[in-house]
């Protein structure tokens, strides 16, 4: 079945540094999201792409649609503690409904 | 304008018994799908329903079913309780493709 590569699975950084993390597949896809989780909660949609090239941001969040649309990278400008959480990436492969997640990126930060 | 809502919050069952997960759908949202997370993984599909149909399923055993109402919103059942169908059970809402979850239901099977 289809599979989304994230890397990489944990990071431990300083405050105000920057955070890049990135999504690979063999399969093509339509639609990549990124979400991010915080323990006990569901996922939050941070950022969607759906052209190939696209770059979108969200504040301090900027994200891109791989040209190829097998991957796609979330980087985070001057983290700050409440950037902490569980990083996924998602996508959506034409003609499918579903989201196939990434294994998740676990961001720590250290004041 | 409240979003996904899931019920209930944690929920504890023994082995073989039955369990109905229910999900009320972001305003304006008619497509609701069901995804498993077990601890430290992604979400895994399960399945999604459109127009009170089941437009699409994810590799989950039959004991794992679903119903969408007409007013969108949706249940998920859950037959015969393994162990380990022990995880954090999320429903999405969506419109066209952003889909947006709920806080989730953690389900133990004891």
């Known amino acids: 079945g289809q599979q989304l590569n994230q890397s990489p699975q944990s990071m431990f950084i300083q405050e105000g540094e920057d955070v890049s993390m990135n999504c690979t597949s063999s399969?093509?896809?339509?639609?990549w999201l990124w979400y991010k989780q915080d323990p006990g909660e569901g996922p939050v949609l941070l950022i969607a792409?759906?052209?190939?090239?696209e770059l979108t941001s969200n504040g301090r969040l900027t994200a891109q649609f791989g040209i190829t649309r097998k991957d796609s990278f979330l980087n985070i400008s001057a983290s700050i503690p409440s950037d902490v959480g569980i990083y996924f990436c998602?996508?959506?492969?034409?003609?499918?409904?579903?989201?196939?997640f990434g294994q998740g990126t676990r961001l720590t930060i250290n004041p | 304008d409240a979003g996904v809502t899931q019920s209930p919050t944690h929920l504890i069952k023994t082995r073989g018994q039955q369990v109905t997960l229910r999900c009320s759908p972001k305003?304006?949202?008619?497509?609701v799908s069901w995804y498993q997370q077990a601890l430290g993984q992604g979400p895994q599909f399960i399945f999604q329903?459109?127009?009170?149909?089941?437009?699409q399923r994810g590799n989950f055993p039959d004991r794992f079913s679903g119903h969408q109402f007409p007013n969108y919103s949706s249940e998920l059942n859950v037959n015969a309780l393994l162990l380990g169908d022990s995880a954090l059970y999320l429903c999405?809402?969506?419109?066209?493709?952003?889909?947006?979850f709920g806080q989730g239901t953690r389900l133990t099977v004891v």
């Open positions: 399969s093509i896809f339509n639609t």
């Open positions: 998602a996508g959506i492969i034409q003609g499918a409904q579903k989201l196939v």
């Open positions: 329903y459109y127009e009170e149909e089941e437009r």
């Open positions: 305003s304006g949202h008619d497509t």
């Open positions: 999405a809402s969506s419109l066209v493709d952003e889909a947006f």
């Open positions: 792409l759906y052209k190939a090239g």
